[in-house]
């Protein structure tokens, strides 16, 4: 049974940053590629990244520059990095494994402006 658990949302002042994570279960976590997507209100689901399982990155255009997708192998752990938040930032970050319908509960990260 696969498991995502994501962690590491919460409130956050403009500009400021936040390191999701992503724990996995269930799964060889090593030979996946793993992403992250988020929902904002009224939104549909969007990409925000991801990162193939020998490390080559992805990013959707609004994160470049930004965000930093990693992942820790021994620790079946995927993580975000967040810095220089906007308030259009504020979503639900949900961690998915690429190609596969998985995915976590979701962990809200809200910018006040």
């Known amino acids: 049974q696969v498991q995502l658990v994501e962690s590491g949302g919460g409130l956050v002042q403009a500009g400021g940053s936040l390191r999701l994570s992503c724990a996995a279960s269930?799964?060889?976590?090593?030979?996946?590629?793993m992403g992250w997507y988020r929902q904002a209100p009224g939104k549909q689901r969007e990409f925000v990244a991801s990162?193939?399982?020998?490390?080559?990155?992805n990013y959707a255009n609004s994160v470049k520059g930004r965000f930093t997708i990693s992942r820790d192998d021994a620790k079946n752990t995927v993580y975000l990095q967040m810095n220089s938040l906007k308030p259009e930032d504020t979503a639900v970050y949900y961690c998915?494994?690429?190609?596969?319908?998985?995915w976590g509960q979701g962990t809200q990260v809200t910018v006040s402006s």
């Open positions: 998915t494994r690429i190609g596969y319908r998985d």
């Open positions: 990162i193939t399982k020998v490390g080559n990155t």
């Open positions: 269930g799964i060889i976590f090593s030979i996946n590629a």
